[in-house]
């Protein structure tokens, strides 16, 4: 696709549930990457794909956060048992194959996670 | 661990006008990548500039340029003839130019939230 699609836009989830956020990332595209956005902060490395490669899953903060990527494309960021502090807008990047030295990513616009 | 700090929280210049938002981090490598994004209210991250760290020569992009000091770890940004449509929260970053899978990844600063006045 032209962009990094990400999908809902927004979601409202009870304390306890389970989600899944999905992303799909630009055509061509072999490296995605997952951040997290809380409230007035910074981006938080959680997760990078690259390839057939094992994952880097060395920023999810517990073991209720999942990651998939199915064939290379889409990737689908799940969590479990959610819980209040998981409230944050997840945002999903792209970028093409390591190491293009020069390249940045092109981010989707990201899902608002509400657990109430 | 590379770490991005930025201090201003919030900064705000009249239009027209030029601002400079401040950067620094901390890294013991030497060749690495830096960049500017820019968050508007959609949430998606914008690209505004990046830089080199081989390079001495100070990165430019239309009314955007960088100040980059290496010895200093800063890594300011300028915007000149500041325009309404500037406004945005606008995050400093690092990449490490490492091979290794880690690598990869950006750290962000915590962010400036910019105003521009009328």
């Known amino acids: 696709g032209a962009g990094v699609s990400q999908s809902p836009s927004n979601k409202v989830t009870e304390k306890g549930k389970d989600v899944e956020l999905r992303c799909d990332p630009i055509?061509?595209?072999?490296?995605l990457y997952w951040y997290r956005q809380s409230l007035g902060q910074g981006l938080e490395f959680l997760i990078y794909f690259q390839g057939n490669s094992a994952p880097d899953k060395s920023g999810l903060p517990s073991d209720r956060f999942s990651a998939e990527r199915t064939g290379g494309s889409v990737s689908t960021l799940t969590i479990q048992r959610t819980q209040q502090e998981d409230s944050a807008v997840y945002l999903c990047a792209s970028s093409l194959v390591m190491p293009i030295r020069k390249s940045g990513y092109t981010f989707g616009s990201g899902t608002r996670l509400t657990v109430v | 661990a590379q770490t991005v700090t930025q201090s201003q929280p919030e900064m705000s210049v009249q239009e027209a006008e030029t601002v400079t938002l401040s950067c620094t981090y901390d890294?013991?490598?030497?060749?690495?990548?830096l960049f500017w994004y820019k968050q508007p209210p959609s949430r998606q991250m914008i690209l505004v500039i990046r830089?080199?760290?081989?390079?001495?020569q100070n990165a430019t992009e239309n009314r955007f340029s960088v100040n980059f000091q290496k010895a200093a770890k800063s890594f300011s940004l300028k915007i000149s003839d500041s325009q309404l449509g500037d406004a945005a929260m606008y995050f400093c970053a690092y990449r490490s130019a490492s091979g290794k899978t880690s690598g990869s990844r950006l750290t962000f600063g915590e962010g400036t939230q910019l105003t521009v006045n009328p």
């Open positions: 055509s061509g595209h072999t490296a």
């Open positions: 830089q080199e760290a081989y390079k001495q």
């Open positions: 890294t013991s490598e030497s060749d690495y990548y």
